[in-house]
């Protein structure tokens, strides 16, 4: 089955109903894109998957274990551990050098710097940007800033990575680029891709597609 669905999710914000019935299922492995215009709902469906919005009412469940019901503590820790995180800018600490930013995440999961940083360097030079190590975020361009990110949403073996317009910062080729090597290093690593975007240029690097609109949105893999 699944790895991860949610069904029937409802989440309000004040007068706004930014989701009114959303059925989604992520497969392992695959790269699921999730398109609709602006506003749809479409972050939204994201921040609820990854455990980050409690929905108002609908069920998550991630392998077999229901994501709304486990405490905030329990949410965090398994965040840090099966889930990684690209979204479109910013997220890089502006005061740790790119290399230190790619070995956060282990940092934070308790691994020794020796081990992180010489996983993390692996990792850069996957994404070949492996002489920026020593550098800071904002001494490199947007297109190796996003590779950098990438490096580091995939640096603790994650089960499902959620990328939010990974690359809707960036220019078309440099969007290519970063697009290509997100999907090949989540394939190789057999990690899934949650990708929200409203391009259709973006969404080709998926396996299947499903369309967010007012909120709702169907997943045929769910209808049976
Ligand atoms: P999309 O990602 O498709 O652009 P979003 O999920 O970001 O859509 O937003 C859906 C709707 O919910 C929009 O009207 C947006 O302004 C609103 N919204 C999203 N998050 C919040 C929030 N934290 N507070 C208030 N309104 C929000
Ligand atoms: P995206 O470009 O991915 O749709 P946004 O720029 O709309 O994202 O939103 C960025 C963040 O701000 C998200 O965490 C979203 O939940 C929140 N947000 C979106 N719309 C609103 C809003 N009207 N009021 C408060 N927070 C919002």
Known sequence: GPLLVGRDLHKTFG???????????VRAGEVLAVMGPSG??????????????TPDSGS?????????????AERSALRR?????VFQFGQLVPELTCLENVALPLRLGGVKRKVAEAK?????ERVEVGELGARRPGDVS????????VARALVGDPQVVFADEPTGALDSLNGETVMQLLTEAAR???????????????????????????GTATDRELVS
């Open 81 to 85: 551990t099966d889930f990684g995180f």
């Open 120 to 124: 993390a360097r692996q990792w850069l």
């Open 188 to 214: 190789s690593a057999n990690a899934a891709v949650v990708l929200v975007t409203h391009e259709a240029r973006v969404a080709a690097h998926s396996d299947r597609e499903i369309v967010v609109r007012d």
């Open 15 to 25: 007068a706004t109903q930014a989701l009114r019935g959303a059925d989604v299922s």
């Open 60 to 72: 998550i469940e991630y392998q077999g274990r229901d994501l709304v019901a486990m405490s905030d």
């Open 40 to 53: 749809s709902g479409k972050s939204t469906l994201l921040h609820c998957l990854a455990g980050i919005v």
């Open 142 to 149: 947007g297109g190796q800033g996003q590779r950098v990110a």
